[in-house]
Each structure stands twice: as C-alpha cells, then as structure tokens.
C-alpha cells in the first residue's frame, strides 16, 4: 500500500470512530455514569464547593435540610471541609438520554482518624442541558452505619420495549407522573404496608437513615412491617423522561414509630413496567432533624 492510500485510510479509520462514538445510543447508562466519575475527580480536584457548582442543573436542588438550589447553597458558603468521595453501583438511563439517576456509598471525612468518617448512601438525578450534557438536578444521601460488605453493581441500559411515544403535550406528561405520586400519598394514608406493596416494582430499593440501603419489595415490606412505622407525605414537584419511561418526585414527609413523628424529605424515580404501570424503582427519604 503507497503512502497515499496509507493516508486515505486512516482518514477513513478516524471517520468511521467518530461517526461510532457521534452514534452512541442515548440510552446508553456508561453516560451517566462518566458524568458521575468526572464529578467526582471535580471534587478531589476543586473541592466540594465548587465541583458542585461546576456540575448543577441550572434549577438543580439539595436539601439543606429542605430543598435548595445548589446554586444558592454552594454560592453562599466560603467552603466545605473535609473530603468526600463515593462510587456509583446502582444506575439507569431513559430511553431518551435526558435523564438518569445514579446511588451508591459515600464516605464524608473531616479530620484525619477513622473516627472522623462518616458512611452513608447518595443517590443524584441527573439531566441533559441544551448541550446534551448531563447536569446534576437532584442530589441527597442517608448516614448509616460503616457497610460490612461492598455493595454489588448494578447498571442497566434503557429497555426500548418500555419506551412509547413523547406525549405533545408537556405539561399532561408531567401531569401523569404527579398523578401517580400523588395517589401513592393518598394512599399512605390509607395503608402504608398497602400502599408500598402496590407501588413499589419487586426490584424497588428503599433509603432510610441508620439503615443501609434495601432492595427488593419484599425485603422493604418485612422493614416497614417490623419497624411498624407509618408514612404521610405531601407533593411538591416531579418531572419526566421524554420518552416516558423515567422519571422523579420529590416533597415532604412525616413518619411515625411508636409515638415518634420525624419529619423528612423523600424522593422518588419511578420507572415504566412492561404494562405501562409507574412503579417507585427507588425511595429515599433525608432526614430534617438531623440536618
């Protein structure tokens, strides 16, 4: 082969990558989660002030203990101390790409013994700007005591069987996924053991603080049954996938045990079944008092 056919066919070679990568499916969960790890290496990098504000949706919120925007929070503080770093081992993508959400351990260490660490479990929703690159909507964690296991990964790129067509109008879109949060909290009061037995999909994993993260529903049942606790919670804001098969809430909660009323935030990521029902794929509820 002469050097110009040489030449020719790395051209082509390059072409072909670059047309492969531009063709990644937006479903794709590696997205999210090389989003994830750029935020982390931000952190280890700038510090935890300012890789969040590096990342933050423009409308993105913490709960400081209520929500906040990020923004705001991180804008306000002179700096957080200490060092934190986390790994993502539970994520999902919609179909469309524009949102997703990522959980997993964290450590938070500010002091220089093993005394000073602090375990816990983050989960962050993330979704897409105008340039198609994922920003951080929604971020909060539990505290629990140190893991005695690793947890295992679990990444799942989006099922296209569940996927079904953007809805023209935007503001029903959103309406069907309020509606759905909306009698979840109706039914909790109702039934709390009810109400999580048919909403929660058989793969829902619950956060609560002190406990490390659940999976299954039947596993969540025996918790909320043993620790005989009942849930009333109030709507606040939602959004969704366009391709209606992702989406999250979020608002208030008050739960009690006993005599007991803690009051919380909670947010939810629900996910479409094969049937087209909205099931909680995730729950995680943050603590007010001990903000």
Known sequence: MNRKNILFAAIALVGCSTFAFAQTPAGTVDRVIAAEQNFNKAVAKKGIKDAFLEVADAEGIVFKPNAVKITDFYTGIQKQPGTLKWEPKFARIAAA???????????YQNGKTDDDKVFGDYVSIWRTDADNKFKLLIDLGIQHPEPEQEATTDFKDADATKKIEPSKDPFNAKGLIVGTDKDMNHSLTLSTFAAYKEFLSPEGRYYFPGFEPMTGRDKILKFIENEAITVSAEYVNAGRSLSNDLAYSYGRARIKKGEIVSNYNYVR?????????????????????NE
């Open 97 to 107: 790409g524009d949102i997703a959400f990522t959980a997993g351990p964290y450590v």
């Open 269 to 289: 990521v629900w996910e479409l079944d094969k049937d087209h029902k909205w099931n909680i794929l995730l729950e995680i509820f943050s603590s007010v008092e």
